[in-house]
C-alpha cells in the first residue's frame, strides 16, 4: 500500500561527503540513514548515481548500470540498499529515460557512423533553406537541435546540448532501457522516479511549432500523446509491474490532469503516482520562469485544488510536494524565513502532507534550509542558471537585474550542500564543496535543529499522524473558501470522519468562517503550529500559523 508512505529526496552530490572530495557520496547516505529513520520517512529517492559527465548533475546518464566513482562503488550501493532495508526504508532510484548523454557509448557509436547506433537518437537534416529541421526551443534555452558530427545532420536534444533525446519508436531502444530498469530491480530497489517521462513520445514527423518559442502549444508537439501512455504501459508490464510492492512515480512536465489520471489510474497499469508542477508557477510573470513577481496565491490554491479534486474524483495519485532540486526553496519563496522560519516551514509542510497523495521531503527542507542568496553569478553552478543570465543580459536586462531573480529561482537554491553543524562547511565536507555552502549555516543545522530547534519535529509528527490516521492517507478531499486571500482550507473524509486543514499563507492575523458541516461535533485538534485550539464558526490565525482539527463521525 503506497498511501501511507512518505518518500525522501536525496540530492547525492549535496547530501553528505565523506572522502572530502567535495561531493557527497554514497557512504555519506549510509552514515545519515538512522537520522532518515528516526524522521520515519519509507523511502529515499536518489537522483540520479550513475557514471556522467555531470553537464546537468547526472540527468546526462553516460552509463545507465554503474556507480560514478564520484559516489561510490556498486558494494556501496548494495550495502546502501541493504543497510537501509535493516531501517524498514527501501531506495527509489531515478531513471533518465528520455534522454542520454552525449557520452553514452550508443551516442558516441552513432556518431562513429553506426547505422544501429545513429537509430537510437532523432538526427534530421536541415530544412531546404539551410534552417535547423524544426524551430523548437530547448527546455534550457537555445535551439533544441544541434549539429550531429560533421554528418549534415542535427540530433534533437529538449534539455541540454549533452542530453541527447531517445528514440523510443525503435523497439531495440525499449529493450535497452527495460534491461536496465529491470537490472535495478534485481538488486532490490523499491521504487524508481522517472525523468520527464511524459515528453518520449515525440512524433517522428517534426514539425515547427506555431505558437512561438516554449509555447504550450510547441510543448503540445511532444508532451502527453497519446503513445507516451502506450510505452509507459508497456514499460509497466516489461518491468516494475511484476512487482505490487514496487513504487513508481514519472515527472510529467507541463502536463494536465485528465492525462495525470491515465497515468496513475491503477486500472491502466502505467504508474503509481505522478509531479505535476503548474502550482509552482504561480510565481511566474506570463508563464516566464526567470521573472520575480510576488506569488499568486489564490492561483496556488485553485490549481493544488484542481489537482487535488480531479485526481480524487478521475481514481488518479498525487505525488505532493513543494521542494525538490529543480525548485528554490518554498519557505524563501512562500513565506517569511528572517522572521517566521518555523511559522513559515511548518505551515508549507502541512499543506502538503494533509493532502491526498503520497509527500516528499527534499532534502534540508525539515530543518528549514533556505535559499542562499549568492549575489556572485560564479557562485551558481546550474546550466539552466547561466544559460538564462545570458540570455537575460542579452535581453537587456542589467546584471543587478539578472541577479535579483537568479536569487529567487535559480534550481542551485535548493542544491547547496546539507547543513549538518556548525562546523566548517557546514560539516558536509572536509574538502571544498562543489557548490557553496549557504552562510546561515552556523544558525541553520541538523545537530541544532536536533538539540533544540522545533521544525524537524514537526515533520516527525506529519509523517506519524499518516501512519496513526487512515483518514490522512485514504481520505477524500475537499477543498473550501477558495476565494479567501490569505487562509487555504481543505478537508478530508473517510468513513464519517472529517479532517479540516487550516494554512495561514501571510504575516499579521487572518479569520476564516467555518462551514455548518463541521461544527457542533466531537474533535480534537490534531497539530498546529500556534495557539489556536478551537474550531468554531470562525478561526483566526496569526502569522503564517496552521492547525487540523479531527472531527468525529
Ligand atoms: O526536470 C525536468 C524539467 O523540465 C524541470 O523540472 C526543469 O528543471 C525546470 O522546469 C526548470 O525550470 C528533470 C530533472 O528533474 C532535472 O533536474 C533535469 O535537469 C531535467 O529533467 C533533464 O533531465
Known amino acids: 500500500m503506497h498511501q501511507d508512505k512518505v518518500i525522501y529526496q536525496i540530492y547525492p ?11 557527497g557520496d554514497l557512504p555519506g547516505i549510509i552514515s545519515k540513514l538512522d537520522y532518515l529513520k528516526q ?47 535493516d531501517r524498514g526504508i527501501g531506495i527509489m532510484l531515478d531513471m533518465v529515460l528520455n534522454h542520454c548523454s552525449t557520452e553514452h557509448e550508443w551516442f558516441q557509436k552513432a556518431l562513429a557512423g553506426d547505422k544501429y ?3 537510437f537518437f532523432y538526427l534530421r537534416p536541415a530544412k531546404d533553406d539551410g534552417s535547423l529541421p524544426t524551430n523548437w526551443e530547448s527546455k534550457f534555452g537555445g535551439p533544441a537541435w544541434e549539429p550531429f558530427g560533421d554528418a549534415d545532420l542535427y540530433y534533437l536534444h529538449l534539455f541540454d546540448v549533452h542530453q541527447a533525446d531517445l528514440n523510443w519508436h525503435n523497439p531495440n531502444v525499449r529493450r535497452e532501457l527495460f534491461d536496465v530498469v529491470r537490472f535495478w530491480m534485481d538488486k532490490g530497489v523499491q521504487g524508481f522516479r522517472l525523468d520527464v517521462l511524459n515528453v518520449i513520445g515525440k512524433s517522428e514527423d517534426f514539425v515547427d511549432s506555431t505558437g512561438g518559442p516554449s509555447s504550450s502549444q510547441e510543448k503540445g508537439l511532444y508532451t502527453d500523446t497519446p503513445i507516451v501512455h502506450e510505452w509507459i504501459h508497456e514499460l509497466n508490464k516489461a518491468t516494475f509491474g511484476d512487482d505490487p510492492n514496487l513504487i513508481t512515480v514519472g515527472e510529467m512536465s507541463s502536463t494536465n490532469v485528465p492525462n495525470g489520471i491515465k497515468y496513475t489510474n491503477p486500472d491502466r497499469e502505467e504508474l503509481t503516482m505522478i509531479f505535476s508542477f503548474h502550482h509552482l508557477k504561480v510565481d511566474y510573470e506570463n508563464g516566464e520562469k526567470w521573472s520575480n513577481p510576488e506569488f499568486d496565491f489564490l492561483e496556488l490554491k485553485e490549481i493544488l485544488n484542481e489537482w487535488q479534486e480531479g485526481m480524487s474524483d478521475g481514481g488518479g495519485w498525487n505525488a505532493v510536494f513543494y521542494n525538490n532540486h529543480d525548485q528554490p526553496r518554498a519557505n524563501s519563496r512562500f513565506g517569511d524565513v528572517e522572521n517566521f522560519p518555523y511559522e513559515t516551514a511548518t505551515m508549507l509542510a502541512q499543506t502538503i502532507h494533509f493532502m491526498r497523495g503520497t509527500p516528499y521531503v527534499y532534502q534540508g527542507e525539515e530543518i528549514g534550509m533556505t535559499n542562499p542568496m549568492f549575489d556572485d553569478i560564479e557562485d551558481y553552478a546550474d546550466i539552466e542558471t547561466t544559460n538564462n543570465y545570458a540570455i537575460m543580459l542579452e535581453n537587456g536586462k542589467t546584471h543587478e537585474e539578472a541577479m535579483e531573480i537568479i536569487k529567487a529561482k535559480s534550481r542551485d537554491n535548493g542544491r547547496t550542500p546539507v547543513q549538518w553543524s556548525d562546523e566548517p562547511q557546514a560539516g558536509f565536507t572536509t574538502g571544498e564543496p562543489w557548490l557553496k555552502v549557504a552562510e546561515n549555516y552556523p544558525e541553520i543545522n541538523v545537530e541544532k535543529e536536533l538539540k533544540d530547534g522545533k521544525i524537524f519535529n514537526y515533520y516527525r509528527d506529519l509523517i506519524q499522524l499518516r501512519k496513526d490516521h487512515p483518514i490522512v492517507s485514504q481520505g477524500s478531499y475537499h477543498g473550501f473558501a477558495l476565494d479567501h486571500p490569505a487562509i487555504m482550507a481543505y478537508s478530508r473524509h473517510l468513513d464519517g470522519q472529517d479532517l479540516v486543514v487550516l494554512a495561514h499563507y501571510y504575516p499579521g492575523e487572518a479569520t476564516i468562517d467555518i462551514p455548518e458541516e463541521f461544527l457542533g461535533r466531537n474533535y480534537q485538534r490534531l497539530i498546529g503550529n500556534g495557539d489556536c485550539e478551537e474550531l468554531s464558526n470562525q478561526v483566526t490565525l496569526k502569522d503564517y500559523e496552521t492547525v487540523a482539527f479531527l472531527i468525529e463521525a
Do not use: H, R
Request: charged letters at 25%; a negative charge; aromatic letters at 16%.
Open 39 to 85: 524522521l520515519g520517512i519509507d523511502i529515499a529517492w536518489l537522483s540520479p548515481i550513475y557514471p556522467s559527465p555531470q553537464y546537468d548533475n547526472g540527468y546526462d546518464v553516460a552509463d545507465y548500470t554503474a556507480i560514478n566513482p564520484l559516489f561510490g562503488t556498486m558494494e556501496d550501493f548494495d550495502t546502501l540498499v541493504k543497510e537501509a532495508k
Open 13 to 23: 552530490k549535496s547530501f553528505k561527503d565523506t572522502d572530502g572530495n567535495g561531493f
Open 117 to 119: 547506433y545513429q537509430d
